[in-house]
């Protein structure tokens, strides 16, 4: 099958095709969890999406500073795209502009909650909902962000 760059679900599915670079996965859910109904779309969070390892940084900046506002909210882990996806306000894509990154609304689309936990190497929550605030501040994942990438450079470049 030829990749056209796009995830692409069948038309049954009422998926809508979201860019490779965007997309992040939610493992299935297995019928015996309890799931929380989609949100309206107007109530359902972005999804800003980041490499895994400035994600990371960030995620460690954010729970550093105490005196950042809300704290981290959930992230979900794309382990075939190497990806974290922290949950934003709804929004948040219309004006979101960071290079490197890339936030996408979600329209409540693909946003299933349960106990789900990831296996190694698939695709779940690093930060379930259920522990941490319900989404990041877009300002802080912001600073966070770039504060990532700086000592990312920084140590790459004493090698």
């Known amino acids: 099958m030829e990749s056209t760059g796009m995830n692409t679900a069948p038309a049954s599915s009422g998926a809508t095709p979201v860019p490779a670079a965007t997309a992040v996965a939610v493992a299935p859910v297995a019928s015996a969890d309890v799931t929380v109904p989609s949100p309206a779309p107007a109530e359902a969070p ?19 500073a105490a005196s950042r506002a809300g704290g981290v909210g959930p992230v979900l882990h794309d382990g075939s795209g190497d ?53 990041t501040d877009p300002e802080v994942l912001r600073a966070a962000l770039g504060e990532a990438a700086r000592l990312i450079e920084a140590a790459d470049n004493c090698r």
């Open 46 to 64: 972005d999804l800003v999406t980041v490499p895994a390892r400035q994600g990371l940084e960030a995620v460690d900046i954010i729970r550093r």
């Open 83 to 135: 990806t974290l996806g922290f949950l934003v306000p709804p929004g948040t894509a219309d004006a979101w502009d960071m290079p490197g990154s890339a936030c996408t609304q979600t329209n409540g689309r693909g946003m299933r909650f349960g106990d789900v936990s990831p296996t190694a190497g698939d695709t779940g929550w690093l930060l379930p909902p259920e522990a941490v605030g319900p989404v």
